[in-house]
T-cell receptor
Framework: DGGITQSPKYLFRKEGQNVTLSCEQN?????MYWYRQDPGQGLRLIYY???????QKGDIAEGYSVSREKKESFPLTVTSAQKNPTAFYLC????????????FGPGTRLTVT | GNSVTQMEGPVTLSEEAFLTINCTYT??????LFWYVQYPGEGLQLLLK?????DKGSNKGFEATYRKETTSFHLEKGSVQVSDSAVYFC??????????????FGKGTHLIIQP
């Protein structure tokens, strides 16, 4: 079955630690995205990538970093510089950028204490 | 910039009632419009989409029409079921000169259907 996997489902970290969230897709999609979801705020775009070895900042990139070394993988690192990292993180992909619909993974809930 | 405004919930209806969730948007060009649904603890699933004015997207009894003149994309269903209880997100995608910019989402509408 084709789809997007995110791991782990739940992640707990201490304040001051960097943490990396995994996102893998086997849909052969070119574009991949990371969103953050907070209660009552909808989803906000953190980073996106249209092709391998290229990515752009979204609306709330501060305190986050990404890499796109392989087409199927787009890991997100939440650094200690992110002031409020506790949230639900969603990864998505689309065939190309622009008007194509995006397909979402199941999400990772990160709790930092 | 782009924005999406949708009615916030929770919206509570009885089973078999008629559903409307309003969505209006602001965009500089000609966006594609989407409705996504999210069940508790899960990611988002695409429910339906429309890519140009007057297009009607439909799926699983839900439908929405792209109205350019009113910049709206309201979601409707004639008879809701308990299993429709979820959070619904309206979103738009607009291709910029630089490529994919990601989706712009509304804040979501929590729908609760009571038996």
């Amino acid at each position: 079955d084709g789809g997007i996997t995110q791991s782990p489902k739940y992640l707990f970290r201490k304040e001051g630690q960097n943490v990396t969230l995994s996102c893998e897709q086997n849909l052969n999609h070119d574009a991949m995205y990371w969103y953050r979801q907070d209660p009552g705020q909808g989803l906000r775009l953190i980073y996106y990538s249209q092709i391998v070895n290229d990515f752009q900042k979204g609306d709330i990139a501060e305190g986050y970093s990404v890499s796109r070394e392989k087409k199927e993988s787009f890991p997100l690192t939440v650094t200690s510089a992110q002031k409020n990292p506790t949230a639900f993180y969603l990864c998505a992909s689309s065939r190309t950028g622009g008007f194509d619909e995006q397909y979402f993974g199941p999400g990772t809930r990160l709790t930092v204490t | 910039g782009n924005s999406v405004t949708q009615m916030e919930g929770p919206v509570t209806l009885s089973e078999e009632a008629f559903l409307t969730i309003n969505c209006t948007y602001t965009a500089t060009g000609y966006p594609s419009l989407f409705w996504y649904v999210q069940y508790p603890g899960e990611g988002l699933q695409l429910l339906l989409k429309a890519t140009k004015a007057d297009d009607k997207g439909s799926n699983k009894g839900f439908e929405a029409t792209y109205r350019k003149e009113t910049t709206s994309f309201h979601l409707e269903k004639g008879s809701v079921q308990v299993s429709d209880s979820a959070v619904y997100f309206c979103a738009l995608s607009e291709y910029s000169g630089g490529g994919a910019d990601g989706l712009t989402f509304g804040k979501g509408t929590h729908l609760i259907i009571q038996p």
